[in-house]
DNA sequence: ATTTATCTTGACCGTTTGGTCAGGTTAAAA
DNA sequence: TTTTAACCTGACCAAACGGTCAAGATAAAT
C-alpha cells in the first residue's frame, strides 16, 4: 500500500476509498455478467482480490451494493442525457446524443449490461427511478422532437420509437457485445471500426428521420 | 387429466408431452427473468406447478433444461431469419425481416430476453452456435446487401452495423418490454401502439439506408 | 507510550440450492 | 390377472450461499 506518510487520516481514508472503488468495479462486473441473483459475493470478492468479509465490511449487503452502483450507473447515464438538450438543431443534436451513447457503451458496457439485467428481470429495483427521472426526461424530449417536427425540421416520425431506436441501437454494442465479437472473428472491434459503426448509427438514423 | 380412453400407449405420450411442454414454458419464463445462474429448478417447477422432483425426472439437469430451451429459440430466430433471402428487391426483403423480428419479440418476448441474457454473460453456453450457424448465416446475408449497394439499389452503408441495428431494435421490445411499459404509463403497448412502432422502425430504416 | 478507531479475515452459521432416491400410483402390455 | 413400464413426489443429501463474529493488525489520536 502508499508508503506516504499520512497525515489526519488521509491513509485510512486512502484504504477505505481504494477497496471501495475495487470492490464496486468487481461488483459491476460480476453483476453484469449475472445479473442479482446469479452473482455471488464471494465471486465479487475475487475479482475484487479482497476475503469476502472485506465486502460486507464496507457493503453491508448484496442489494446495498447492487443499489449503489445502479446509482452510479444512472449519473453516468444523465450525463449522456444532458447532451439532448433544446437547441434548433435537430441533426445537431441527436448527432451528439447518439455519439454520447455509443461512446458511453464503449467506455463502460458492463454499467450497460447490468442496466439490460435490471429491465430484463422486470425492472425491479429502478421502477420508480425509471417511471420518474428517466420518464419525465424523456417525456421532454419527445415534446423537443415533437416541436421540431411542426416546425418541418424533420419527418412526422413516432418520437417514442425513434428513442427507442436510439436506446437500442447503442446499447446493443454493449449488452451484446460478445456476439458482435464473435461475428468480428471473435476479435473485439478495433477503435477504427467502432468509429465506423457510430458513423454508420448516426448516418442511418438521421437520414431515416429525414435530417441527412 | 385426460378422460379418452388410451390407445397404445398414447394417454402416457400424451402426459409426457403435456408435463414437458409445462415445464419448458415455465423455464423459459424464469431463464428469461433471472438467466441461467440465478433461475431455481424450486421456482421452475412451481411456475409449471409440478413438484420439484418431477423438473428432474422429464430434464436430467437444470442446465439440460436451458439447453433444450436455448435450442428451441434458436429455431424459432432461424424462422425469422428465413425470411431474409436473396430476391433483387431490397426493401421487400429488409421490410419483412423486420416484420418478422418485430413480430417475434411481441409473440415470445422470454425467448428473447433468455437470449440477451445468454449473450450478456458472455455466450457461454451459445459460443459456437453463434459462430457457426448465425455468423454464416449473417454473412452470407451481409454479401446480399454488399450486392444491392453494388447495384446502387441502396446506400453504401457498413452492413453489418445495419444488421446489429435491426436486431437491437427489434429486440429492444422484448428485452426492454418492461422499461417500454413505464414509459408507457405503465401499460403494455396495445396492438395499435405495437402496429404504429413496427411501421415507424420499417420506415425510418428504409429511409436511412435509402430504400424510401 | 497508550488508547482509540479502522481495517482485516478465517471460521462459522442458517438458509438455499441442484439433484437423488425409494416407494407408491397409474396405465399399458403380456 | 399379472407383470412391466412410466409417472409421481416427499424426504433427504452435499454443496453453495449471504451474512456475522471474534480476534488480531494497523494507523491515527491523545
Redesign the interface.
Known sequence: MSTKPAVNGAHKAAIRQENEEQILAAAERVF????????TTARIAEIANVPKANVHYYFSTKEALYRRIMEDVCDHWLEAAMTFDNSADPAFILRGYIEAKMDLSRVRPYGS?LW??E?????KFS?EY??TT??NW?DSRVEVIRGWIDEGKM?D??P???M??I???T???A??G???E??NN?KPLTDAQFA??KE??V????????LA
Open positions: 453484469a455478467d449475472f445479473g442479482f441473483k446469479g452473482a449490461r439490460a439485467h429491465i430484463i428481470r422486470g425492472a421502477s425509471i417511471s428517466v420518464k424523456l419527418d416520425v413516432e417514442y420509437t425513434l427507442y431506436m436506446f437500442a441501437t446499447q446493443h454494442y449488452d451484446f460478445r456476439q458482435i464473435i461475428f471473435d465506423e459503426a454508420n448509427v448516418r442511418i438514423i438521421l437520414k431515416g428521420v429525414g
